[in-house]
Structure formats: structure tokens, C-alpha cells
């Protein structure tokens, strides 16, 4: 596949613009029998990535220089006096075999490996001021892993066990050019991961209507961490003249970190399920568990050698999975509760982004999922979800302006209260030569906070790191071949122009990652 499009963004400083895009990819697979019992897929993947996908291009605060605040509220234009670029190659590889061991038991191995080179080069103080300009590369990631797995289908129990394992070396050098403080400072990190996991999950028919489901995971994980860290008194943007320019007693002093960190998880499940004529009842309790790490962000030796802590969850959920109508409306709902612990966010301090562990969170909501098909050409959706989602203990929440404050209360980052997605495509049969359709859809989602500042601290309100609700309409028509082998549409996204914000820095000043604008796409597949 290809893709090509011209920049988003106007920059108004240097001219030309940013969010431009250039990706060529492929990506393919291969089915082959091994005997009359098994199979063998083999898939695969390249692609090469070439434009200005600037991070925060955004300014979303007054500078005090007239050509950065005179577009402050013109999406449409950035104001940067260096150039954005990303280049980025990702490959990858993968075996899945599945066997069957007998008529009840399947052997299952799935085999992977990925790749990642790149460089990326981004103006980050987002401004037409000569602050910080941030390069990262070349950035060296490849990663393997290795699952194998026997699935038991029987009249009464079902179940399926396994193990897993996964590997990863990570390299990102990092050189950010501080111009006010008259040199570089460079981070030359890096990152190597290994786990191990067994999992087992099994299912028993108490009857044909009640069943329990119990299962559990083991991980074990060591991560291993280096980092040289330094500055010099170079504000060169070559990177390997940056690196080997002499320091300044004036900088910051040099520091090494060697240290590694282990962790052990056992996360377990239960579950209760009931079916009826057209439902299908459940109740479950999962514990989850994301990894610790260190933190490309630290400024010292004492904190990038601390790294962060693993974060838990055990989320508990109930719901009813049911169909009605002669199955022609379909009807999910769900209640569900999370509660984390050591929950990983992400702040900015000292020029630099960092993760830290907030003490505790808690996440309630309820999601309601319709599909229906009212006529035979004739497809509906429509999903609506509400979260009360905040921290109930964050001492340690900390930004720029504020400085650290208590953010128990606090409604947790990127959780809108309400979102919800409603669409429909209408399908026209044309005989031989295929089928037309035509569909639309709205996608909506209330106010969102990047900071766990939300609104602001301490009598201050209106803090810039949020975004207000907004909604987005999409439309697309289109022709598919009878055989689905030949397709082409017409796509149209964020067809009234919505301006809104995905995400926020606070390096310097603060910036945004904008969402696309309106966007045209023809579009023309096939399948071999």
C-alpha cells in the first residue's frame, strides 16, 4: 500500500509546513497445510514512514512574540523555527501453527519478530523562539517472541494453557539542544527486557445454562538499564558533533546508571457465566498488571536509577450479551469497576517528560453496545459509554506552573465522562458486478484532561492542558466485487472541520497534538 499527503499545518515562522506524510508498506501471508491435521500461516510486514510528524506542534499558550501569539487559535498554523522530521522503517515476521493433537486437543505456536529504525527530529519548544530542538536517533528496537499453547474442547470443560516468552532490546539516543543554557544535553540510553509467563484458564458446565470460569498468569521480568548521560558545551544540530564536543563546569555534571529491575506477577480470574435462549449472563473479577521501567525522562542518577513500579489492576465486571428480533438487533451492556493501584502517569518537569506511580485510582462506568439490522441492506450501530473515573490518592502529582500539589479528586488523564458512536451503512446489490454502499457515523466524547492539574490548582482554573467536547463526522461510499477481492471508496473524516486537541506537552510552553482536519480519501484495494 501507499499513502501520500501534502502538510497539515501552515508554518508561519519558516515556511513550508508540518504533518506531511509519505508511507510505502506491504504485507503479506501464507497459508500451508501440515498434513491433514494442521496448518502454518506465515505472514510478514514492511514499511517506510518519511514526513514531519512533529510531536506538540501546537502552541496552546502565549509566547510573547507577535508571530506565535497572532495564530494561537488558527489550527490550521504552527509557528516553528526548526524543521520537524520522522523517518521510520518497521518490519516484521511472524509463524502461526495450529495442530490438532487429537479431536479435542489443538496445538497451538505462534512465533514472532519485529523491528523498528528511525530518527526523529521535532522543535520542542513548538515556538518561532530558539529554545529546544529535540533529536532522537537513529533509534535501534527489535523485539522476539514465542507462545505455545494446547486448547481442550470437552463436553463439560474447556480450556486452554500455555507459555510465553519475549525479548527486546531498545536504543534511543537522545540529543536536545538547549540554547539558553549554551549546550547539549545528551542521553545515550539503553534497554533490555525479558519475561517469562505460564497461564491457564479453564471453563466448567455445571449445567448446560451455568458455568464458572477460572484462570490465572504468572510473568517473571527482568529489565536492565544504562544510560550515559551528559552535557556539552556544543549547540551543534549534528548530534555526533553534539556528542563529542567538551563540557562546562557551568552544566550540569555527567552522570552513568547500570542497574536492573526484576518483578513477579500473579494475576488471576474468575468468572461466573449464565446463558439463556438469546442472552448470555456474566459476572468476572481480573487482577491485571503493567510492568515497571525507567524513565527516559530523568535528570539525575538517583531517579533514572529508581525507575517506576509495576502498576495493578483488578477490575471487576458485569453484563448481559443478548440478541433479539430473530437476532436482527443485538444488545450488550456492561457495569464495570477498576481499581488500580500504583497506577503509571506521565508528567513534565525539567524540559522532560517522566512517569511517576500515582497511589491509587478508581474507574466506574457502564457501556452499552447496539447493533441492528433493520432490513437486509440495512446495517446500525451505536455504542454510548459514561466513566467516573479519578484519582482517590495522588500526593505526589506535580507540573510546571503549579509544583507539586494533591491530586486526590482529580478525574483521571484522557477519560471523558460520556463518549458515544452512532452509524449506519445502507449495502445496494448490483448482480455481477458487485455491491454498492454508502454509510456515516458520529463519534462524540465530553471534556478530557492531559494534566491530573484538570482544570487548575488552588483557586486557579483554566488550565490549558484540556480539550472540550467535540464530535466528528464521517462518511464514506464505496463498490466491492462479488468476490470481495476488488474494492474502491471514497472517504471523507471529520467532514465539518472540528478542531480539537489529542494531547499535551509542557516542556516550555504549552503545545498540542492536533487532530487531523477534514480529509478526502478515494481509496482502491485488492485482495490476492
Not at 193 to 220: H, K, M, N, P
Not at 362 to 367: H, I, R, W
Not at 449 to 473: C, I, K, M, R, W
Amino acid at each position: 500500500s501507499a499513502k501520500s499527503r501534502d502538510a497539515f499545518r501552515k508554518n508561519v515562522s519558516t515556511g513550508g509546513g508540518v504533518e506531511d506524510e509519505d508511507f510505502v508498506g506491504i504485507r503479506g501471508q501464507v497459508l500451508m497445510p501440515v498434513t491433514d491435521k494442521g496448518e502454518l500461516t506465515l505472514r510478514f510486514d514492511h514499511s517506510n514512514t518519511d514526513g514531519s510528524l512533529s510531536q506538540y506542534p501546537k502552541l496552546l499558550s502565549p509566547t510573547g512574540v507577535p508571530l506565535d501569539d497572532g495564530i494561537l487559535n488558527d489550527f490550521r498554523k504552527v509557528s516553528t523555527n526548526d524543521v520537524s522530521s520522522t523517518v521510520m522503517t518497521i518490519s516484521g515476521a511472524a509463524a502461526e501453527l495450529n495442530y490438532d493433537l487429537t479431536d479435542a486437543l489443538t496445538f497451538k505456536s505462534l512465533s514472532s519478530f519485529r523491528r523498528f529504525r528511525g530518527s526523529i527530529a521535532v522543535d520542542a519548544d513548538s515556538s518561532s523562539l530558539q529554545l529546544l530542538r529535540n533529536y532522537l536517533g537513529p533509534i535501534h528496537q527489535e523485539q522476539v517472541s514465542q507462545e505455545f499453547s494446547i486448547t481442550g474442547n470437552y463436553d463439560k470443560f474447556n480450556f486452554v494453557a500455555g507459555a510465553f516468552y519475549f525479548r527486546e532490546q531498545n536504543k534511543e539516543p537522545l540529543t536536545l539542544t538547549a540554547f539558553p543554557f549554551g549546550g547539549s544535553h545528551i542521553q545515550r540510553p539503553k534497554l533490555s527486557a525479558e519475561s517469562y509467563a505460564l497461564f491457564a484458564q479453564g471453563e466448567y458446565f455445571i449445567t448446560d445454562a451455568l458455568s464458572v470460569v477460572v484462570g490465572a498468569r504468572w510473568t517473571t521480568e527482568t529489565k536492565d538499564w544504562k544510560l550515559r548521560d551528559y552535557w556539552t558545551s556544543s549547540l551543534s544540530l549534528d548530534p555526533t558533533v553534539a556528542e563529542a564536543a567538551p563540557g562546562s563546569p557551568f552544566l550540569p555534571p555527567a552522570f552513568n546508571v547500570d542497574t536492573s529491575k526484576d518483578s513477579d506477577a500473579f494475576t488471576p480470574k474468575f468468572g461466573v457465566n449464565y446463558r439463556l435462549d438469546n442472552a448470555l449472563l456474566y459476572a468476572s473479577a481480573t487482577r491485571g498488571y503493567k510492568s515497571g521501567g525507567f524513565d527516559y525522562g530523568s535528570s539525575n542518577a538517583v531517579d533514572s536509577a529508581r525507575g517506576y513500579d509495576a502498576e495493578y489492576l483488578w477490575a471487576y465486571e458485569l453484563g448481559a450479551k443478548t440478541d433479539w428480533l430473530d437476532k436482527r438487533l443485538r444488545a450488550n451492556v456492561s457495569a464495570f469497576f477498576y481499581d488500580y493501584t500504583d497506577l503509571q502517569v506521565q508528567s513534565y518537569a525539567n524540559f522532560l517528560a517522566s512517569t511517576q506511580n500515582a497511589a491509587n485510582a478508581e474507574v466506574k462506568g457502564v457501556e452499552l453496545e447496539l447493533t441492528a439490522k433493520p432490513a437486509a441492506a440495512i446495517d446500525l450501530f451505536a455504542n454510548v459509554t459514561y466513566l467516573d473515573a479519578t484519582y482517590s490518592d495522588y500526593a505526589g502529582a506535580y507540573t510546571n506552573l503549579f509544583g507539586p500539589f494533591d491530586a486526590a479528586g482529580k478525574r483521571l488523564n484522557n477519560a471523558p465522562e460520556w463518549a458515544f458512536a452512532v452509524g449506519g451503512t445502507y449495502t445496494h446489490n448490483l448482480g455481477d458486478i458487485g455491491e454498492a454502499y454508502i454509510g456515516a457515523d458520529v463519534r462524540y466524547q465530553s471534556k478530557v484532561y492531559f494534566s491530573a492539574a484538570n482544570d487548575g490548582v488552588g483557586g486557579v482554573t483554566g488550565y490549558p492542558q484540556q480539550q472540550e467536547s467535540y464530535a466528528l463526522l464521517n462518511a464514506r461510499a464505496g463498490w466491492r466485487s462479488t468476490d470481495g477481492n476488488w474494492e474502491g471508496a471514497l472517504i471523507g473524516t471529520n467532514l465539518t472541520d472540528e478542531e480539537y486537541v489529542l494531547g499535551t506537552a509542557d516542556y516550555i510552553f504549552f503545545a498540542g497534538r492536533v487532530g487531523a482536519p477534514r480529509q478526502l480519501t478515494f481509496q482502491v484495494s485488492r485482495k490476492f
